[in-house]
């Protein structure tokens, strides 16, 4: 990529224009068989249309480009077509890959050049609050390169020797230090640049983009996360998102 689409010297960071990229070609296969998981039902309305609005919700969020499945395109296209979504905002749908790194390489791909912050968002995390990607955006635009919304652990944490066979006990060889450890959620918000570099640079195995910035030896910042932001990956969690729901139309009196 050119260095074109990197915000001029002159020109305020403040004023870059942000897009949000959300891989949904996964299968979710911890949901149990079915639909993809990104467009599970939720409160009656598919977890990736949450997942959408929960980003345009930011007003400085002006492009969701969302990564569909490799031959679902179409049936993305349609669902966002079907539901009422901010009209500030603008939509695009792109076919995705095999791997979630994949995805979103697609997804940048499809960005037009005048946007210099990107946010990577799970669309398994429907229920993100606005003030949690407002926190993202601006931490970029303050000048980090990555960003990442994490919470503290509650639960203490060891590190064990994987067994070498199922159901055999795992010996503990180590107890991090809690204070030191966060849980990552997303939307993870970058630079532009850095993280077209980290795609065209890092190979292997990744769990999140934020890594490969690591793997460049950027530094990757934390803002705080929010509760809400969970990650919907198995049938207990979709009860905690209806609770969620429920407790929000009641608090907004609808």
Same mark, same amino acid.
């Given at each position: 990529m050119s260095d074109d689409s990197r915000p001029s010297p002159t020109t305020p960071r403040a004023e870059a224009r942000t897009a949000v990229v959300i891989p949904a070609a996964g299968r979710g296969v911890r949901l149990g !068989?079915? $639909?993809?998981?990104?467009l599970r *039902?939720?409160?009656?309305?598919?977890? #990736?249309?949450?997942a959408v609005r929960a980003m345009? /919700?930011?007003?400085?969020?002006?492009?969701?480009?969302v990564v569909?499945?490799?031959?679902?395109? *179409?049936?993305?296209?349609?669902?966002? @077509?079907?539901? $009422?979504?901010?009209?500030?905002?603008? %939509? #695009?749908?792109? !076919?995705?890959?095999?791997?979630?790194?994949?995805?979103v390489k697609l997804?940048? @791909? /499809?960005?037009?050049?005048?946007?210099?912050?990107?946010?990577?968002?799970? *669309?398994?995390?429907?229920?993100?609050?606005v003030d949690t990607v407002d926190a993202v955006i601006e931490a970029v635009r303050d000048g980090a390169p990555a960003v990442v919304p994490a919470l503290p652990l509650a639960d203490t944490v060891k590190e064990v020797e994987p067994a070498?066979?199922?159901?055999d006990p795992e010996p503990v060889v180590a107890t991090p230090e809690r204070a030191r450890l966060?849980?990552?959620? &997303?939307?993870q918000g970058f630079d532009r640049a &850095?993280?077209?570099? $980290?795609?065209? &640079?890092? &190979?292997?195995?990744?769990?999140?983009?934020?890594?490969?910035?690591?793997? #460049?030896? #950027?530094?990757?910042?934390?803002? !705080?996360?929010?509760?809400? $932001? %969970?990650k919907v990956t198995r049938p207990l969690d979709l009860v905690l998102a209806e609770a969620v729901l429920a407790r929000r139309r009641l608090n907004d009196g609808f």
């Open positions: !068989p079915g $639909a993809p998981k990104a *039902a939720l409160n009656g309305t598919p977890m #990736l249309i949450h345009a /919700a930011s007003r400085a969020v002006s492009l969701v480009v569909a499945p490799p031959d679902g395109a *179409a049936e993305v296209k349609s669902l966002l @077509d079907a539901h $009422a979504l901010p009209e500030r905002t603008d %939509f #695009l749908i792109v !076919p995705g890959g095999a791997e979630r790194q994949d995805s997804g940048l @791909d /499809a960005l037009p050049p005048d946007y210099d912050i990107v946010l990577v968002h799970d *669309a398994a995390r429907p229920l993100v609050p070498s066979a199922a159901g966060r849980a990552v959620q &997303t939307p &850095t993280l077209v570099r $980290a795609h065209e &640079t890092v &190979t292997g195995h990744v769990t999140d983009d934020a890594g490969m910035v690591e793997q #460049l030896g #950027l530094t990757v910042v934390v803002v !705080p996360g929010h509760e809400e $932001a %969970f």
